[in-house]
């Protein structure tokens, strides 16, 4: 019987990686048409209705293109970096709290957090491993901006975990059937886009792809499947973090269509902010984090211990 289990465990695993696979897919075509239409022009309509079949194009060119070897890089490290980019944002999805058949556990946000902060050295890594300038200089902005992030989001999370008072994803369902956290810590919430927005590296803070400075930043010296393999494991983040956002202020996890327009909204609303706002300037950048969130989210999570406090 336990073997059987396992094995149903595993196929649900496959089963929500394929499906995080075409979630990724989609939401390129997603962004490649809203930032065309904001940017008064078509996007992709060529392949299939509407440009559906576009994704599926781009993965197959990118797959077969041909790898670079480069003379100068560290080789092995450069080629399996982007390996372990994409395998840590895939495992962060192993511990969403469905219903049946997977590993929703006890200390699901502690292990959200330890796989985030590992996704830092694959970046780095593969920023070093390049031997190029460009490359080294975005992985690095992108470590500071990381850390410095995961700071933020941390201590915001921290208030959210002292309403319900346990790591579990689940429990934040039960907790928000009366009234939404988003209501509850408006001024969090709005902290949380912003660092997520920040530690998925995407538009205000994309400074680790700075094209104008950098190139293209950590991800120069990479093409066909090595630069295919960041861009999927920087979306799955960005959808992932999307969820995050729904599970802990709009909700929690349901299985609804309306949970899932959720979903769509906020990925949506990274797409809207990048075709809406110029790039940040990065000493504002951690000056935002340092001297901005920290302090709020540190207030405030002495407001809601006390309104716990006085709950109880």
């Known amino acids: 019987m336990l073997m059987n289990d396992l094995i149903m465990i595993f196929l649900g695993l496959i089963i929500l990686i394929m499906g995080v696979f075409i979630g990724v897919a989609f939401l390129t075509l997603l962004e490649r048409k809203v930032l065309g239409y904001i940017q008064v022009r078509k996007g992709p309509n060529k392949l299939g209705i509407m440009g559906i079949m576009q994704p599926f194009s781009d993965a197959i060119k990118l797959f077969m293109k041909e790898i670079m070897y480069l003379s100068y890089s560290n080789y092995i490290v450069y080629y399996f970096s982007p390996v372990i980019s994409l395998i840590l944002s895939l495992l962060i999805w192993m511990v969403i709290p469905y219903y ?137 983040s960005i959808l992932f973090m999307s969820l995050m956002f729904v599970l802990i202020y709009m909700g929690g996890y349901e299985l609804t269509l309306f949970f899932y327009l959720k979903l769509l909204f906020i990925s949506f609303l990274f797409i809207w902010i990048r075709g809406t706002l110029p790039r940040y300037r990065y000493d504002k950048l951690m000056y935002l984090a340092w001297k901005s969130y920290l302090p709020v989210s540190l207030n405030l999570l002495l407001f809601f211990l006390g309104l716990k406090i006085f709950m109880l």
């Open 100 to 236: 049946f058949n997977m590993l929703s556990f006890n200390l699901g946000i502690l292990f959200i957090i330890s796989c985030l902060s590992m996704g830092v050295y694959g970046v780095m890594v593969a920023g070093w491993s390049s031997n190029s300038n460009y490359s080294l200089l975005g992985s690095l902005r992108l470590v500071v901006q990381t850390i410095s992030y995961e700071v933020s989001l941390v201590m915001i999370l921290l208030s959210s975990i002292l309403m319900v008072m346990d790591f579990n994803l689940m429990y934040f369902f039960f907790y928000q059937l009366n009234i939404w956290f988003l209501i509850l810590m408006f001024p969090l919430s709005l902290c949380w886009i912003s660092s997520m927005l920040a530690e998925t590296n995407r538009t205000p803070f994309d400074f680790a792809e700075g094209e104008s400075e950098l190139v293209s930043g950590f991800n120069v010296e990479y093409s066909g499947g090595g630069f295919a393999l960041i861009f999927l494991s920087e979306y799955s």
